[in-house]
């Protein structure tokens, strides 16, 4: 058995049967150890509070609490078509997608209905699908708020409430809106609610006892607040060797898949141009890349398309993508919780992984902040000569920009 897993089996929780086959259908026999505490708990409609690292199972948890639910519980025989029995909140467009795809495979027997709503994109079909009706409603609190006060679909129904990363609903200010939601479906009492997050701060735990059923706190790996099988290494590079470092690195390793993270827009757009320079073939994922834009890029290095993806914060948490083996934070984040959630972005699963950061003069004064959050010192590593590769020269250029690419320059009015 893989050392991730339990020893418990889906098939002793007392699950649907529906469940039990759609999930022998995707090869999870076994309970990962979020799971094995968390749904026993929520299949007997004990309120969750639950904690743990990312890659750890936590949406197939709920995901599965959830459809229990609905097809054990019978539907309000007043609910009205626009109705939804669930409504599963995310941070992100891509979390949301992707727990949206999850959904879809669990549901295959069951006959339940699963909807998406989010920013960028769809928004005529995604309007016309909660007209229809569904019972699982997946969404950002944004599109969620938007349709609910047009009255396109009402919470009235709602008998599930899952909040996902909620941590990072927090750090992007959406807890008003998730307030608004809350305050609008049937009270704590009459619903389960469950809260997933890979850190619970005090605010989050807050949170949950205002609007939850005295929760169940469940909690993996307390002691360490990294994933044990991360390899992290600290280089201290001057601000003018840091692009020469990196290209060394990836020059070094080669790595199958990686995630490169960095600070602003600016320096992601700097590093993607002086890669393609270089002969390395690299996306750009930053918060202005349109929708579709962005989800065939996430497809496009998921099946190894391209094999190093520069990101910022905005794809720091909650993407599930398999087999990145480095981690580069080009910049330390200010906020420690991202640092953990940037180097979660490998060792998924049980697998191993790298995670090399920089703290160079502009962001080495968060690295005391983030080693007390972790509990651990960062090993320290030298910059060697031949880690430092000589740069082709590059001109800085938004990415895939055609327009800007090819626009000749007009002629001159001016009088010669």
Sequence with gaps: MAKHLTDIPFASLGLDPRLVKALNSMNFEYCTPIQSLSLPLALEGQDVAGQAQTGTGKTIAFLLATLDEMLTLPADPNR??????A????????????????????????????????????????????????????GTTGRLIDYFKQGIYRLDAIDVVVLDEADRMFDLGFIADIRYLFRRMPPPTERLNMLFSATLSHRVKELAYEHMNSPQHVQI????????KVREVLFYPSNPDKLSLLLGLLNKYSPEKSMIFVNTKR???????????????????TGDVPQKKRMALLDRFKSDSIPALIATDVAARGLHIDNVTHVFNYDLPEDPEDYVHRIGRTARAGAEGDAISFACEDSAFSLPGIEHYIEHEIPKAEINPELLAEVKPFRRQRPGNKANQNRKRKPSNRPK
Excluded: C, H
């Design 80 to 85: 009205l078509q626009n109705e939804p029995r």
């Design 87 to 138: 409504i599963i909140m995310a941070p992100t467009r891509e979390l949301v997608v992707q727990i949206f795809e999850e959904a879809k495979q669990l549901i295959k027997y069951t006959g339940l209905r699963v909807g998406a709503v989010y920013g960028g994109t769809g928004y005529e079909e995604q309007k016309e699908m909660l007209i229809n009706g569904v019972d699982i409603l997946i």
């Design 221 to 228: 790996e307390p002691e360490q607040v990294t994933a044990k």
């Design 267 to 285: 320096d992601a757009e700097t590093i993607f141009s002086m890669l393609r320079a270089n002969d390395w073939n690299v996306g750009l994922l």
